[in-house]
């Protein structure tokens, strides 16, 4: 059977008003920090992905190349 706390075992009980203020500023650190992270990943995709497309399109000048020269002799 469960027992629901009754209110006066909490009566002295009070909110630390500094325990929440470190609470909090630990809660914003992560958050920030967790936005950094993914502003970085996010540069650091798409600089990957434009290497990718970069290299693809080199690849394609290359093969387009070649065939111009095949074509011309």
């Given amino acids: 059977m469960m027992h629901m706390a009754e209110q ?4 002295d009980w009070e909110s630390s008003s500094r325990g ?3 609470w ?5 650190r992560v ?8 502003k970085l ?3 650091q995709r798409e600089a990957y ?10 690849a394609a ?3 387009h190349a070649e ?3 095949r074509s011309n002799t």
């Fill in 61 to 63: 000048a290359k093969r």
């Fill in 24 to 28: 909090k500023e630990a809660t914003d």
């Fill in 41 to 43: 990943g996010k540069q």
């Fill in 31 to 38: 958050a920030s920090r967790n936005s950094e992270a993914r």
């Fill in 8 to 11: 006066h075992d909490r009566a």
């Fill in 49 to 58: 992905e434009r290497g990718r497309e970069d290299a693809r399109r080199a």
């Fill in 67 to 69: 065939l111009l020269k």
């Fill in 20 to 22: 929440e203020a470190a």
